[in-house]
């Protein structure tokens, strides 16, 4: 039996009508709100229709189950606070579609909280042990809500977490997120890896004072700091970095910042992806030598917050070839291997077990928007290569 | 009659007890609060005490006059949100004891609102003409209060305007609020000219994008784009600028300012100050080039926010010299002539008469805070360069 791809895009749109935004096919889904309840109900009962067995786990993370030992695929449906109809949605309806035709057993799983109102990934994190769940539940969102009483909105539908022994491996299909398949006219990306993260806090000290009394050599200008230290670091990571690698002061707060005044602070983000370990670690040490440096020099103090990461993470080689296998039957010629620049799910439950990950293209390479959008044509093309794979597996 | 130091220095201290912060020598005093105000009624029973006329204008701008023709000398008595017991209250106390011991017709003033709670120099900028009153009352500050409001709460006591006429020259004291003086362990600055000020929002605008999956070559960072600009300036003005020459970017914000999304919009503030109109105007250019170039080269989109500005302001021959012969009496070799890189209520009432300022240290150049501060010997110093000055000028 195939898949029906007609049934594929209307189960697809059907979930987008739970937190329709309004505008174009946007949808306001964010973890464990009303309309990520309502979501996860109607999906729990398509599992049902499709003969899959229903489990919410204690944190919300729903799973269709096959019987005795299966293959699971699936992602996530609930978005950012303005987010796309696809992002995750389309790697849950995609893989409902295949558990449904497959000639073998084929589980699906909607984790929670991927978009991280509360931490990062957070369903998947749990469930694979990275993040225990009595430190989860300290967690609160922007609004000072707790994760623990977030949870509680879902307690009547929760079962046990799920044993993850039942699984043989993991298949995430997502949207690119990024322009790269969009940009070369591609259907599909093979993911590679999923890159390593770094991210740091760094704050330079100097001296607050008087933007008209102050001459410019008694200065001590946080701001000035930061500018000489961004410029270094991008010269010194040109020799290290690849094509693949990036990095990114995305956060800047002065104080305190006024037009008048000199710079006294200025804390920022910094950054750093890619899917070579020794890598990360080799621009770690020039961002700590350029920030000493820079501090030196300019007469500040230097303050260097934790260190946040996750490893990068291989694809597993067998199932990447099943998508490859797929990818060339479906769209020769317009598809390619690539690496996942941006965190999964699929992250996580390599801690488990093997993970493939597949990619459609992102039109204009946007996503965590209300333009999100993929060409249907690409969607059908994602779910065949899926079908195509899982035919290849068995 | 000569100054009396301890009347002088136990004014000072006394009018420190309205809105005194309770942390060192600190006071909370913004213009039209209840401190403000207190602080102000009196001022006004100590100037008729020593036989001066009081007047308070529509906006709160605080009058002690002398009959006929007199020298205007005062300052400001309200503070910065967090200011220190000197600023511009020395400058009017000082005046007071001048005013009560000269023996030629002296008036004191004591302006409202010269640290711009709701504009620049309000007060003085209002009754010289450069700001209309009723664009005034429409200012708001910070809370949404506006000048119309906060001023209604001096109603009472407002009488006309004060007629400049009958001034023949306005002389200023006030603290330094850099460091310059008591870096080089002097008593005196009489002051060449106060600098002019340009101030211009500018922002560049790229493309908020995803900081994992958005290739380096692919970004429109505009957080680089300002990094970018900050080194250009910093090279190009070093061929124009003189060591008296200042700039700032002191306010800086990033949209949406979070450290996994590429910074799609920085908007900041550029500042520059100096003696001289055409350096001022150079400069301009400079500024306005560059920003065209990076916006070029790095594809953003640029928008200049209005150029606000007050033009430089150079001291009277008459007074500056009158103080500079008591600067030589009572500071022999501790003194200095020097610009004045902080503006002035002088610079207002410099479109109606001669002015001159004279400037006493600033402990560690500190102002606009609860440490500001001034070692005694160098405020009585400074009241005697003022006794001096009127006696020189009679």
């Given at each position: ?198 991210d740091m806090k760094i704050s330079f000290r100097g001296q607050q004072n008087h933007a008209g009394?102050t001459p410019m050599h008694l200065r001590r200008d946080a701001f000035q700091a930061l500018s000489l230290f961004n410029a270094r670091i991008n010269d010194r990571f040109r020799?290290l970095v690849?094509?693949?690698?990036v990095w990114t002061i995305g956060h800047v707060a002065l104080h305190p910042n006024a037009s008048s005044i000199v710079p006294g602070r200025a804390q920022f983000s910094m950054q750093w ?10 621009m770690e040490?020039i961002i700590r030598d350029t920030a000493h440096e820079v501090a030196r020099e300019t007469g500040m103090e230097l303050e260097f917050g ?89």
């Amino acid at each position: 039996m195939a898949v029906n791809a007609e049934r594929f895009l209307k189960d697809l749109h059907d979930l987008r009508g739970f937190g329709a935004s309004g505008v174009g096919k946007g949808v306001v889904r964010p973890a464990y709100s009303e309309a990520d309840v309502a979501a996860r109900r109607w999906l729990a009962s398509r599992m049902e229709d499709a003969g899959l067995q229903v489990r919410f786990d204690p944190v919300g993370n729903l799973f269709g189950l096959a019987e005795g030992p299966s293959l699971l695929m699936g992602s996530h449906s609930d978005s950012q606070p303005e987010g796309g109809w696809l992002d995750g949605a389309l790697g849950v309806i995609a893989a409902l579609e295949v558990a449904r035709s497959a000639g073998r057993p084929v589980s699906v799983v909607s984790f929670q909280d991927e978009e991280g109102r509360f931490g990062v990934t957070t369903g998947s994190a749990i469930w694979s042990g990275h993040l225990p769940l009595a430190e989860a539940d300290t967690l609160t969102d922007h609004a000072g809500v707790s994760f623990g009483a977030a949870r509680a909105a879902m307690a009547g539908l929760a079962g046990d977490f799920v044993d993850p022994a039942r699984f043989t491996g993991f298949v995430e299909m997502h949207i690119e997120q990024g322009p790269t398949l969009d940009t070369e006219g591609e259907q599909i990306g093979v993911v590679s890896d999923i890159v390593g993260i770094r991210d740091m806090k760094i704050s330079f000290r100097g001296q607050q004072n008087h933007a008209g009394t102050t001459p410019m050599h008694l200065r001590r200008d946080a701001f000035q700091a930061l500018s000489l230290f961004n410029a270094r670091i991008n010269d010194r990571f040109r020799n290290l970095v690849t094509s693949r690698t990036v990095w990114t002061i995305g956060h800047v707060a002065l104080h305190p910042n006024a037009s008048s005044i000199v710079p006294g602070r200025a804390q920022f983000s910094m950054q750093w992806r890619d899917g070579d370990a020794g890598r990360l670690a080799r621009m770690e040490e020039i961002i700590r030598d350029t920030a000493h440096e820079v501090a030196r020099e300019t007469g500040m103090e230097l303050e260097f917050g934790p260190l946040l990461g996750l490893e990068p993470v291989a694809m597993d080689a067998r199932l990447k070839a099943a998508l490859e296998t797929g990818a060339r039957d479906v769209a020769p010629g317009k598809w390619r291997t690539m690496p996942s620049g941006a965190l999964h799910d699929a992250t996580n439950v390599a801690r488990l077990m093997p993970v493939a990950m597949l990619f459609v293209p992102s039109i204009g390479g946007i996503s965590h928007d209300f333009a999100e959008d993929t060409d249907e044509a690409d969607l059908v093309a994602g779910l065949r290569v899926l079908e195509r794979a899982v035919e290849a597996l068995a």
